[in-house]
């Protein structure tokens, strides 16, 4: 079965900053991947996806991530930070395996953004 | 508001009862995904419908239950509740492409005192 490696739980960045949240999941064959944003008290929403075409993605708030298929790696990246921007973030995989269709996700990055 | 309605938003309930929540997808959607989101467990694939049937399985406890209606609304249904039961459960929507991204209900959290 897949599964979704992400290795910073907690990353604590000033305003600014850059950001680069890891992202590894195990599975050899076809993938789409995806990043998720959660905000306190809110639901998950998208922040961008890949499924085929040009391995660097961009999505949205300035967000992209790249995918790197030699490494098994799909890391989200933002060059400069807002407060606003503190929340947790998943990334998930989505394989072809039949009719399922189900998302895994990691365990989760949450960050905390000082202003 | 993603397009996906959860209810209810907070239930509380003791422990044995049953409880049922309720998602109704996105326009459009016909794939309803079911996940439990807990701290020491993290976001876990319960269960899939596509039109009404069972698409695919996770870690679904033999407690626990659901269906998708013609309507395509769905149910998850969870009996003899446990203290450790207690979670935020999210249903999400698509359209069961390759694809498919989701579209996540703001989630029902459930408290089993």
């Known amino acids: 079965a897949q599964s979704v490696s992400q290795h910073n739980h907690h990353v604590i960045l000033s305003e600014a900053a850059s950001l680069e949240l890891g992202c590894n999941y195990s599975?050899?064959?076809?993938?789409?991947l995806f990043w998720y944003v959660q905000y306190p008290g809110q639901h998950l929403q998208l922040l961008l996806k890949y499924f085929s075409g040009d391995p660097l993605v961009k999505g949205i708030k300035g967000f992209e991530a790249e995918f790197i298929k030699s490494k098994f790696s799909f890391n989200l990246r933002k060059p400069s930070v807002q407060w606003s921007d503190t929340a947790e973030y998943f990334c998930a995989v989505n394989i072809s395996s039949g009719s399922a269709r189900q998302l895994t996700f990691g365990s989760g990055t949450q960050l905390t953004v000082l202003p | 508001d993603s397009g996906v309605t959860q209810t209810p938003k907070h239930l509380i309930t003791a422990t044995g009862q049953r409880v049922t929540l309720r998602c109704s997808p996105r326009s459009g959607d016909l794939s309803v995904y079911w996940y439990q989101q807990s701290l020491d467990q993290g976001l876990q694939f319960l269960i899939q419908?596509?039109?009404?049937?069972?698409?695919a399985k996770g870690n679904i406890l033999e407690r626990f239950s659901a269906q998708q209606f013609p309507d395509l609304h769905s149910e998850l249904n969870l009996s003899s509740l446990e203290l450790g039961d207690s979670a935020l459960y999210f249903c999400?929507?698509?359209?069961?492409?390759?694809?498919?991204?989701?579209?996540f209900g703001s989630g029902t959290r459930l408290t089993v005192v």
């Open positions: 419908y596509y039109n009404g049937e069972e698409r």
């Open positions: 599975y050899g064959g076809t993938v789409n």
């Open positions: 999400a929507s698509g359209s069961g492409g390759r694809s498919d991204g989701y579209t």
